[in-house]
């Protein structure tokens, strides 16, 4: 039997697994856990390992059994985890792309409010790729995970079967996130999110972020940015040079898996 605890960032959903349950398969174990007809259900599992520095090193594997570097979701999701076990309103969580600084700013009850440092995010020159229905342009942005950021008028019948296109292209060697973004004036904009390993999901942090600075960058909105997702609103500030995430975590669950 393997303890875990359900938790939700706007819809994005992780199951949190203490380290010392890690089974050797790893990356099965994940995919089974998280499978939503036939385990717990989630878009990837946060497996928490101590740091002999004291921090808490978060090791994402995907819904599909691949690992990630990060989930801003997710990360979030851990924080909310270790407050309710006790620990600090300020965390320093270890991800695949870094430490993450975290600072709750609101609580009640099991639900939780943090803002994180995501750090400098990394912008290339928007290139066009070619796709089943024509040209596709959009703006490289790593949050220490790849994303491409699609800019769009409208969110067409298509769009999930135009991410599954996009994330296969030979040109993005790890795979890649994709976001296609409608922006409804300087300081908000609507996100669609088709992520590497998962698929469509509700929300997602790193990809909150990417749409933003894209959208900062391309002269098309302002900081701070409200990034609207099917499963709830964040706010994304870009100031210095660094990106700071700010949106809710709810722990939803806590249970035995017997798979």
């Known amino acids: 039997m393997v303890p875990f605890t359900k938790a939700s960032a706007c819809g994005n959903d992780f199951l949190i697994v203490e380290g010392v349950y890690a089974p050797a398969d790893l990356y099965q174990f994940s995919r089974r856990i998280c499978d939503r007809h036939n385990g717990v259900g989630a878009d990837g599992v946060e497996w928490l390992f101590p ?17 990630a570097e990060i989930s801003g979701n997710g990360t979030r999701c851990v924080a909310a985890y270790l407050v309710s076990q006790g620990h600090a ?18 609580r009640e009850e099991n639900c939780f409010e943090f803002e994180m440092d995501m750090g400098v995010p990394q912008i290339a020159a928007p290139f066009s790729l070619q796709v089943a229905h024509g040209e596709v342009s959009g703006t490289p942005v790593s949050m220490g995970n790849p994303h491409f950021v699609v800019f769009v008028k409208e969110f067409g019948p298509g ?32 996100v669609r999110f088709y992520e590497r390993g998962v698929g469509e999901t509700q929300s997602s942090g790193t990809g909150s972020c990417a749409a933003a600075v894209a959208s900062v960058a391309a002269g098309r909105a302002d900081s701070p940015v409200k990034v609207h997702a099917p499963g709830g609103a964040q706010i994304v500030r870009w100031s210095e040079g660094k990106v700071f995430l700010r949106g809710p975590a709810q722990l939803v669950c806590r249970g035995e898996f017997l798979g």
């Not at 309103?89 to 609101?106: D, N, P, S």
């Not at 994330?167 to 890649?176: A, E, N, P, S």
């Open 89 to 106: 309103g300020k965390l320093a969580i270890r991800t695949g792309a870094g430490v993450k600084h975290c600072e709750l700013m609101a």
């Open 51 to 67: 740091t002999n520095d004291g921090e808490m090193h978060a090791r994402l594997i995907n819904a599909d059994g691949t690992e």
């Open 159 to 190: 769009w999930q079967a135009e991410g599954v296109e996009i994330g296969r292209q030979h040109v993005f060697k790890h795979g890649v996130k994709v976001e296609f973004v409608r922006v409804k004036n300087r300081s908000e904009i609507e």
